[in-house]
Nanobody
Framework: QLQLVESGGGLVQPGGSLRLSCAAS????????IGWFRQAPGKEREGVSC????????NYADSVKGRFTISRDNAKNTVYLQMNSLKPEDTAVYYC?????????????????????WGQGTQVTVSS
């Protein structure tokens, strides 16, 4: 069974940091482009970042550039999202998703429909 599992979410104060992990089971991630998405209550799911299968190409939403860093360790079958300088508006459920390798090169990398496999999400709350 193909499965993605996110972890690392939690409650953090503004300005704080969290590192999210996305681990795969039932398949290896090294073929796939991996994206991170988030969805806040009452809002649409939005693309946060994407990384190529080899890790050499990354994309970021303007709202997180300079604060978030995506990386991957294919030997551990895991993708990470390091989130620094967190703001209350970063509060959301964060999801990782797997897509065909070419997705990372397209302007639609942030489109949820481009992704085939999804995790269940992890809650991130930024509040004082």
């Amino acid at each position: 069974q193909l499965q993605l599992v996110e972890s690392g979410g939690g409650l953090v104060q503004p300005g704080g940091s969290l590192r999210l992990s996305c681990a795969a089971s039932g398949f290896t991630l090294d073929y796939f482009a991996i994206g991170w998405f988030r969805q806040a209550p009452g809002k649409e799911r939005e693309g946060v970042s994407c990384i190529s299968s080899s890790g050499d190409i990354t994309n970021y939403a303007d709202s997180v550039k300079g604060r978030f860093t995506i990386s991957r360790d294919n030997a551990k079958n895991t993708v990470y999202l390091q989130m620094n300088s967190l703001k209350p508006e970063d509060t959301a459920v964060y999801y990782c998703a797997a897509s065909a390798p070419a997705t990372v090169y397209a302007s639609e990398w942030s489109t949820p429909d481009k992704y085939d496999y999804w995790g269940q999400g992890t809650q991130v709350t930024v509040s004082s």
